[in-house]
């Protein structure tokens, strides 16, 4: 039982597109299916229910990994500050959820959507199934998409084009900020000094700096298509 919470690397490899790796992006694309499909009946019987759980979940997701780091002695300012674009998607989707304000929604929903997939997708994640890491990264990830759709859906919470470019502006401040934090602690929080060690979308970006500049093409362009997609239900 030890080994399933052990820092040992070795025991438990992540598998990418494995298929423990798939069968949790299915879950989480069957938990948005889901919002959609019964949404109507969440808003009169479930809404306090769905939004309390979530809030939960990435709250307990987020604490425990931060426990874990601890209780092994590895725990670290250049690497476990809550500075990650997936933590700071917690910390804003927790908000978000607890407050119901528009403007929160509209900075929350492009950021937390478009870091969760591709973070789910192609994770930098070094533990495999069964390993609990590989339970916390993923359940975390898939609740904060799933509270943004909530949000979406179940709350009916409006999106327009300046929505896109509200967001995008509260990355590059975020990211301004990590940066200059980055450079404090000798970190590469947000991946904005180095590329991940682990495989991950960013290498094929091109090689530093100019990622980064690929990187902020494609997240704006993601941002559009997103709102492309749920403009529908958004009117």
């Not at 299915?26 to 919002?35: H, N, P, V, Y």
């Not at 769905?50 to 780091?69: C, D, K, N, P």
């Not at 929903?109 to 789910?120: H, M, Y």
């Not at 069964?130 to 009916?156: K, N, S, T």
């Amino acid at each position: 039982m030890r080994e399933l919470v052990t820092m040992d690397r070795e025991l438990y490899p992540f598998d990418l597109f494995g298929v423990p790796h798939m069968v949790a992006l299915l879950f989480c694309l069957a938990i948005i299916w889901s919002l959609y499909h019964f949404r109507n009946t969440l808003r009169i019987q479930s809404r306090k229910l769905w939004r309390y759980s979530l809030i939960a979940i990435l709250l307990i997701g987020e604490i425990s990994f931060h426990v874990w780091y601890v209780a092994y002695g590895d725990w670290d300012l250049s690497v476990n500050l809550p500075l990650q674009l997936s933590s700071i998607s917690v910390y804003l989707v927790v908000f978000m959820l607890l407050l119901k304000r528009r403007w929160l929604f509209e900075i929350t929903f492009f950021i937390g959507v478009t870091g969760g997939l591709i973070a789910t997708m192609t994770p930098e994640l070094f533990f495999g199934f069964p390993h609990i890491r590989f339970f916390q990264f993923f359940i975390v990830h898939a609740a904060i998409v799933v509270g943004c759709f909530y949000m979406l859906f179940v709350e009916r919470m409006a999106l327009s084009w300046t929505s896109v470019l509200k967001s995008f502006l509260a990355l590059n401040v975020i990211a301004v900020i990590v940066f200059m934090v980055n450079g404090m602690l000798g970190a590469n929080y947000m991946f904005l000094n180095n590329k991940p060690s682990q495989a991950t979308l960013i290498d094929f970006l091109g090689p530093y700096p100019w990622y980064i500049v690929t990187l902020e093409v494609l997240a704006f362009t993601l941002f559009c298509l997103i709102f492309l997609l749920v403009s529908k239900q958004n009117k």
